[in-house]
Structures are given as C-alpha cells and as structure tokens.
C-alpha cells in the first residue's frame, strides 16, 4: 500500500479559501514566495527575476510585505506588479491553468502513479481547508484522510479550542497540520508558549498525531531553525506518548550542504525522540537544482535511513505542487524503484506502512462517519 504523507486539495485560490478574506489568502500567499523554490518571471519577456520586491528587507512579517497588487493568475502564476511592470513566481505547475485541486484531480493523479492513499494537508497559502479537506474525506474515505488547521499564534484563543473540536467531533479529521511560521502576528510567541497549553492539552487528549513543519524564521538562518526545533522538543518530551511529524523532514541547507548529513549534536537529540518521525520530501525542495532520479537525495535518503532506521521515515510529494519539478509518478519511483539499498521491507515501511500507522487507517470504518448534511 502506498500511501502519501503530505497532499492537497484546494479550492482556487482566488477566493478567501477558508480564511477570513480574499485579502487575508493574498497575505499568506505572498509572504509564501518571498523565497521560493519556485521561479520568478518578468511577464513582458521571461526573463527570470528573484522576487526580492515582495517584501522589505529586515521585516520578516507582514508588516514587510510590499504593496505591489498581489494577485491570482493562471497556469500556476502568481501575479505581481512593481514600478509599473508585471511579473509572477511560477509557484504552482504550469500546466494548472486554473489555482484548484479539487479531490477528483488528485484521485486521477493517485491512478496514474499507483498511489493508493493520501493525507491531506493545509492551511496558510493552501487555505485553511478543514470543511474542504473534510469533504474530500467523506466523499472518498478510501483514498484520503483530512488533517485539520488552525491560525497557530492564535491557539490560546476560545474560538480556535472549539475549531479543533468542531473539525473532530463534527468534520471527523484525523490529525493536525501545524505550520510554524508565526509571520502575520510577529515572532513573539513560539510553539511551546505557555499560553498554548490548553490548545497542546486538546490535541493530546484527542490522540491527533501533529504534522508540524518548522521554519527557518525569523532570520531564515540555521540558527533560527535550531532554535525553533529545539522549541518543538519541549513539546515532544511534555507529551512523550503524542506522535509528531517532522513535515519536509531535516533542512538539506543547513545540516546537509555538503551532501551527507551533518547534524549537530542538539539537532540529532531531537531527531531521535521516540515520538517524532521525519518525513521524505526532496522532490519539491529540490527538484529545481537536481534532476531525476535525485542520486543527491537517494544519498541522504540513505543516511536517514542509516541514523534513525526505516521505521522513523515517511514518505511525502507536496502534491500537486511538486509537478513543477517531476510527475507525480517520478516523485514516487525516485525512492520506489531507485533507492536499491532499501530492502522491500524497508521499502514497504517508508512509502506506506509507517503512515497508514501514523494516521491509523487500519482501524478506520471502511465508510465515511458523517452524515452529508453535516458537511
């Protein structure tokens, strides 16, 4: 059984996407591609541009986003424009030629690439997609499992304790995507605030395993990455028996840019939790430097594998985003049919096993538990 850790499905990004406004969505994502992976164009010629002008330098926060009537595109664009010319960042394929991933799209995708399963991600750029993510779910529960979201610098706040219990107890989603950039409410706060505890309490209580992607904020360094990492850790060692997922999995820039991994020491602490496990994700990180099929990434796919053993690992694509780089079907068969020095067991772990346990489908009903009026 193959399943992916990490996919989406979206309405168009156009509109509010589960956010308070259109405006809001904007916010989100732009302050996404003020440094991308993706690419960036001049509209008039393509002459490829880094999109520096999205944002003020020094200010990592909304506050620093620039006016420069950020908007909605096609074929995968995200328009802007600055001192009267008109540019985009090819943020998602190009082939997209509108913003949306309905479930249908992505049960078409999963056919051709032999996927059987999919965990569904959001929030942030995506949308904040619990109605959506819960919809897909009950219409195909089968082939997807919805994660919900939340405004994360906002969980110490009532209406935000009773989103996760509306998203359990009515929507029926089954873990939580946490982004950890806190970008729109300024830096102050970080995942183990103690004004978080109850939101913390809550999900432990529900027994929801946790996505959590850390950034590189506020100063998009190395050492902003270690000490948001070593803040999760407080939370990994308060909830000892709780399962997390290091979304994206370590960052190849700063532990591993000679091409093997060199993590120091407080970074590998965490890494070894008993309750945290990383996801495989280079395709979409990546994939704009290396070619198929990733040799780079098979290599620190095997020091993964030799550091933490094959049980800790789960395999993720970003889909459909991750077309911008290679097919959904190249994004699974980099690891499915290139990484021989994986046995078929190890094999069978990492693309499927670990997170159908992660998410527990082998304990779900085999038929959705929410009547349609309630979606």
């Known amino acids: 059984m193959i399943v992916d850790c990490?996919?989406?499905v979206f309405a168009h990004w156009a509109g509010a996407c589960g956010h308070p406004s259109s405006t809001v969505h904007l916010k989100y994502l732009q302050k996404v591609v003020t440094r991308p992976w993706a690419r960036a164009f001049r509209a008039r010629d393509g002459?490829?541009?880094?999109?520096t002008m999205l944002f003020r330098s020094g200010d990592n926060t909304w506050d620093g986003l620039t006016d420069v009537g950020f908007r909605v595109g096609r074929f995968g664009q995200l328009v802007f424009t600055w001192d009267g010319e008109?540019?985009?960042?090819?943020?998602?394929?190009?082939?997209m030629q509108e913003l949306a991933c309905p479930p249908e799209l992505m049960l078409a995708q999963m056919t051709y690439a032999a996927v059987d399963h999919c965990i569904l991600q959001a929030g942030g750029g995506y949308g904040m997609m619990n109605d959506y993510n819960a919809f897909t779910q009950y219409q195909y529960p089968q082939r997807f499992s919805g994660l919900l979201n939340i405004d994360e610098p906002l969980a110490d706040r009532a209406d935000t304790l009773a989103e996760v219990d509306r998203a359990v107890n009515v929507l029926g989603l089954r873990g939580v995507y946490y982004a950890q950039d806190f970008s729109r409410h300024g830096y102050s706060r970080n995942v183990n605030h103690p004004a978080f505890g109850a939101f913390w309490d809550k999900i432990a209580s529900y027994r929801l395993p946790v996505f959590i992607e850390l950034s590189s904020t506020p100063n998009y360094d190395r050492a902003s990455y270690i000490a948001n990492l070593l803040a999760l850790d407080e939370l990994l060692l308060r909830y000892p028996g709780h399962r997390f997922l290091l979304v994206m999995g370590p960052p190849v820039a700063h532990f591993a840019a000679s091409g093997r991994w060199e993590f120091p020491p407080e970074a590998l602490t965490v890494y070894k939790r008993d309750n945290l496990q990383i996801e495989i994700m280079f395709p979409i990180s990546w994939g704009g430097i290396w070619d198929y099929p990733y040799p780079e990434a098979q290599q620190l796919i095997r020091g993964l594998r030799d550091t933490f053993g094959a049980s800790k690992l789960l395999w993720g694509s970003d889909m459909p985003n991750v077309e911008r780089f290679c097919t959904y079907r190249q994004c699974v068969d980099y690891v499915r049919k290139h990484c021989s020095f994986l046995s078929e067991e190890e094999k069978e772990l990492i693309l499927g096993r670990n997170a159908a346990d992660l998410i527990g489908l082998d304990t779900l009903a085999s038929t959705a538990s929410l009547p349609a009026a309630s979606l």
């Open 6 to 8: 990490h996919a989406h």
């Open 47 to 51: 002459h490829e541009i880094k999109p």
């Open 86 to 95: 008109d540019y985009y960042v090819q943020y998602l394929p190009v082939g």
